[in-house]
């Protein structure tokens, strides 16, 4: 069993006992509350046989090189093996530092153990235990590591719509940090795999890494922060997504909200009247161009 599991376990736990505390104590329900008693009976006992050690094992993170610098599965150049682990955890750091405003710590990134299969290494994030009774999909370090390689992936393919998507709201270092990363692999001839949280991506050969340093350069130099006249038309809170129209322009456009905006909810107690807000906005050639909501108005 693995953490995931432990989780759901433990919400089936949860919603149970609730039902149970729900079903009234009288005949008509007591079929219904003493099979809900049986199924949480059952629940918890497969709980009392978990290892609570998966509960403290850290995501592994699995990075394999492959080119010039790696001689198969025998070993790796030391000084392209240093480069590249400090960029990507650079990335990385910088990545967290971006999606969570305001936080100063790094992930506590260790090299735990070699990665065959080519050549490489096993990471952990070691760092911070109270974290270890979080979801993995909720920890930060996880969130950073999948959204590089979701970065990594749609920079690598030829089409960039989708990098400027999942890349508007990132500041201008962390663009710089992965782009520092990914010339590393082209200066040395050298392509790589990150496996993480059963999520996987590889770029296939050096002219993806070509094409991904080619995107992340244009990325980085397209971003402009605008003040705009908007007429809000609602928010997602939770998918932190916005709609609004521009003064003079009958279209619908959509925006993510950036990390700083600590409560969007209040956009939707002032739709229907047009303000001045500022935007950070990112455009490739003839595509639609996307947008990051950076403020709203403080009298709010």
Not at 48 to 67: E, M, V, W, Y
Not at 113 to 126: H, I, N, P, Q, R
Not at 179 to 190: H, Q, R, T, Y
Request: net charge neutral; glycine share 4%; aromatic share 8%.
């Amino acid at each position: 069993m693995d953490r995931n599991e432990y989780f759901s376990l433990m919400s089936e736990k949860n919603t149970l006992a609730g039902l149970i505390e729900k079903t009234p104590d009288t005949l008509e329900f007591k079929l219904q509350k003493m099979s809900l008693n049986s199924r949480l009976i059952k629940v918890e006992n497969k709980l009392r046989n978990i290892n609570k050690d998966i509960l403290h094992s850290p995501s592994q993170l699995k990075i394999t090189f492959r080119g010039a610098p790696v001689l198969g599965t025998t070993g790796i150049s030391s000084i392209f093996g240093t480069n590249a682990i400090k960029a990507l955890t650079d990335a990385i750091n910088s990545i967290l530092k971006s999606l969570y405003f305001g936080r100063s710590e790094n992930a506590n990134l260790m090299i735990t153990g070699t990665a065959k299969g080519s050549f490489g290494f096993v990471m952990e994030d070691l760092g911070n235990q109270s974290l270890s009774l979080i979801t993995d999909d909720d920890k930060p370090t996880n969130k950073a590591i999948n959204k590089l390689q979701e970065i990594l992936n749609f920079a690598s393919n030829s089409d960039s719509t989708e990098l400027i998507e999942n890349i508007i709201e990132l500041d201008l270092n962390s663009i710089n940090k992965i782009k520092d990363f990914v010339e590393i692999l082209d200066k040395n001839n050298a392509v790589c795999a990150i496996n993480f949280d059963n999520h996987s991506f590889s770029f296939k050969n050096n002219n993806e890494v070509k094409t991904a340093l080619s995107h992340l350069d244009i990325a980085k130099k397209l971003d402009e922060n605008v003040e705009l006249n908007v007429m809000f038309l609602g928010v997602l809170p939770n998918k932190r997504k916005c709609e609004f129209r521009l003064k003079d322009d009958d279209n619908v456009y959509v925006a993510s909200i950036d990390k700083k905006i600590k409560d969007p909810e209040l956009i939707n107690k002032h739709l229907g009247s047009y303000t001045n807000v500022y935007f950070k906005t990112s455009q490739i050639e003839n595509k639609s161009k996307k947008y990051l909501l950076l403020d709203i108005p403080t009298s709010w």
